[in-house]
């Protein structure tokens, strides 16, 4: 199914690529909008005529991978653009936003037992507790960087989420643990021996990542799907509980539950997810 193209902001910081993580390294996803037949429909002799039109471009190929664009195989010249590309992303960082000046002065606050008179009081409150946000989005990246099933109506061929990416990853060429890869023995390629063995389709139909709260009011739509327009649509979706149950594949994570938030309440949580705006890292 089509899907919500996911932030490259600060995209360095994340473990799974894609929202239904079919990509395991940066430079792997970079790959798949060359390939994709409705985004870039290339193939690495599109990618290798680019390359080998421009004099420059080859003479930088040459340098960086030993080896002319013309003389490489299909597989790793596009490992290599992949590797070229995420390079590029690994630069767009976006931190030191105004939601971490108030998270310190605030534990400052709580700490002197002002906790409920500092401004943001309400929305971190809501965050952290009736809301239950931090669940899923905590640690400096505000995301947990695993997969939920939160309910998102979708009956797409792609519904089935990490389930239906587990086996065409853990086949591809370009995954952590491939020819191609620069740790193709680390602990991230372990990771996908783990999945090849552990994974449970119970946990992960129609599951998909969890994404980074960071920067969230510059990315809408939201959802896998781009189905909510603005915060305050996202806020009622968790508000209600997620969609009804039969709209997606598979069962609902336990905590996607109503909430029951006030409007003042709302308010306060759309405010503080508008201050995770980060400023761009010279």
Known sequence: SQRNPP??????????????????????????????????NADAQV???????????????????GQAPADETDSALLANVG????????????????????????????????????????????????????ICHKGPALSDDL??????????????????????????????????????????????????????PATLEGAFRTPSLRNVALTAPYMHTGAQATLEEVVDFYNEGGDAA??????KTETMVPLELTDEEKRALVTLLQSMTGTPHP
């Open 147 to 200: 997969f939920h099933n939160i309910g998102v109506q979708d009956s797409g061929p792609g519904a089935g989420g990490q389930w239906s990416a587990l086996t065409p990853l853990l086949d591809w060429e370009f995954n952590a643990a491939g020819l191609y890869s620069d740790a193709p023995t680390g602990t991230i390629a372990a990771r996908l021996q783990t999945l090849r063995t552990q994974a449970d």
């Open 47 to 65: 990618v290798r005529a680019r390359l080998t039109a421009v004099a420059s471009y080859t003479t930088e190929y040459q340098a960086l991978f």
């Open 83 to 134: 590797k070229v590309m995420a390079a590029y992303e690994r630069t767009l960082v976006r931190i030191d936003a105004p939601f971490d000046t108030d998270v310190r002065r605030f534990i400052t606050a709580a700490e002197a037992g002002q906790a409920e008179a500092d401004p943001a009081y309400l929305g971190l409150k809501t965050f952290l507790r009736k809301g239950q946000c931090i």
């Open 246 to 251: 039969g709209s997606f594949v598979g069962l």
């Open 7 to 40: 932030t490259l902001l600060n995209v360095a910081y994340n473990r799974w690529f894609m929202w239904d993580g079919r990509a395991d390294r940066l430079w792997s996803q970079a790959i798949l909008p060359l390939l994709n037949p409705v985004e870039m």
